[in-house]
């Protein structure tokens, strides 16, 4: 990985992606003209977003594949009123937010009420060293988000698979007022950091 | 310069910074991992979103039901399907053939002639409904598949818009 730890939180594994907000305004545009490998790109790089928000809505995985057809299938009518990244970002998650409350309402197979993902963070197996490091952090990190409010973790949940510049209007897609979480820190997540800072665990160094 | 490290409590009205994002980027691998999206998932999408150039409405899903196992057809059990449009609902019924392929037999609300396409990952399987609105495709391959309901002709009146489910998996 290249710079510095990065401050008190776990080492972090992925590159971020500065450029996606960037990447994806030129994909919409060319979706727009009809190009479907265009289309066919953002479908793979929102997805998982849409995924999280069909999931933290408390949908089966059946229920949440469903929406996220739906909604695509949808976007292919819309898409000439989105211009760029966030308008694209905020009506999806919009769209997937409401096709979930609706399925949820339709009252098919719906999960027991307070379904607790968070006790099953999956264990992969024996590892090295370093995965076994890698493991503790995860796990301590895992804990704390368990301590937020449900609230606050479903947020959490959902920006993480946002493109960085659209984390306000995912926040405001989702019903979370305004600075929430984008430009600055919002609640959620300085509570995060707080719990990471004086948790148990202590730091995950 | 902030502190919002090392026993400072970081505030929540402070911008975003590296450690924040850091923290996301963790979250997000956190969940790919605890509830991943299934891996095919968007290449399904994909292929039902090669419709798009067709002036399409399309169906969202209504309900699913299994159905009780019928033993005496060794088949595995059934199931249900419903999806509705804003101008018709689409029910479909799916039964295990003994060769391993899907029986799909279909009713339409309200009843109309109309034609229907099976798209699946092979090949298209075209038939028309009836009077009644029925319709039914003995054998289609195991795999992702869509209905496309068209116009029955495309005559004066022009028998309304074509009307597409997502793609399900038979």
Redesign the interface.
């Known amino acids: 990985m290249d710079g510095p730890g990065s401050g008190p939180g776990p080492v972090t594994v992925r590159a971020s992606r500065p450029d996606r907000g960037m990447r994806l305004a030129r994909l919409v545009s060319a979706a727009r003209e009809g190009n479907d490998d265009a289309l066919g790109q953002i479908v793979t790089e929102l997805s998982p977003l849409l995924w999280q928000v069909a999931r933290a809505a408390g949908l089966s995985s059946g229920d949440a594949e469903d929406v996220l057809q739906t909604v695509w299938m949808r976007l292919v009518a819309h898409l000439n009123e989105i211009h760029d990244s966030a308008a694209l970002t905020s009506w999806l998650v919009t769209t997937a937010k409401r096709e979930a409350w609706r399925v949820r309402a339709a009252g098919r197979r719906q999960l027991p009420a307070d379904q607790e993902l968070l006790a099953e963070l999956p264990d992969e197996g024996p590892g090295s060293e370093d995965q076994v490091i890698l493991d503790d952090q995860r796990r301590v990190l895992w804990e704390a988000i368990g301590r937020l409010s449900r609230r606050c973790q479903d947020l959490l949940r959902v920006i993480a698979f946002a493109p960085r510049p659209d984390y306000a209007v995912v926040a405001a897609a989702l019903g979370m007022p305004i600075g929430s979480i984008g430009p600055t820190r919002g609640r959620c997540l300085a509570k995060l950091r707080a719990l990471l800072a004086s948790g148990p665990q202590g730091s995950p160094r | 310069m902030m502190v ?32 991943p ?2 891996a095919d ?2 290449e ?3 292929f ?3 419709l ?2 067709l002036e399409v409405e ?1 169906a ?5 039901e299994d159905g009780p196992v019928v033993a005496a057809r060794g088949a595995e059990q059934s199931r249900t399907i419903t999806f509705d449009s804003e101008s018709l609902t689409i029910m479909i019924r799916i039964d295990a053939n003994r060769d391993g392929t899907a029986r799909v037999d279909g009713w339409l609300a309200p009843p109309q002639r109309r034609e229907i396409e099976m798209k699946t990952s092979a090949d298209s399987l075209n038939v028309a409904s009836d009077d009644q609105g029925r319709f039914a495709f003995p054998r289609v391959p195991r795999g992702t598949a869509q209905l496309v309901v068209r116009p029955a002709e495309a005559g004066p009146g022009g028998g309304g818009r074509s009307v ?1 489910t ?2 399900l998996i038979l």
Request: glycine share 8%.
């Open positions: 919002s490290d090392a026993g400072g409590r970081p505030s929540a009205d402070e911008p975003l910074d590296d450690a924040d994002f850091g923290l996301l980027d963790d979250i997000r691998g956190l969940f790919e991992a605890a509830d999206m299934p998932l968007p399904r999408i994909r039902s979103l090669a798009r150039d399309v969202r899903l209504a309900a699913e597409v997502p793609a």
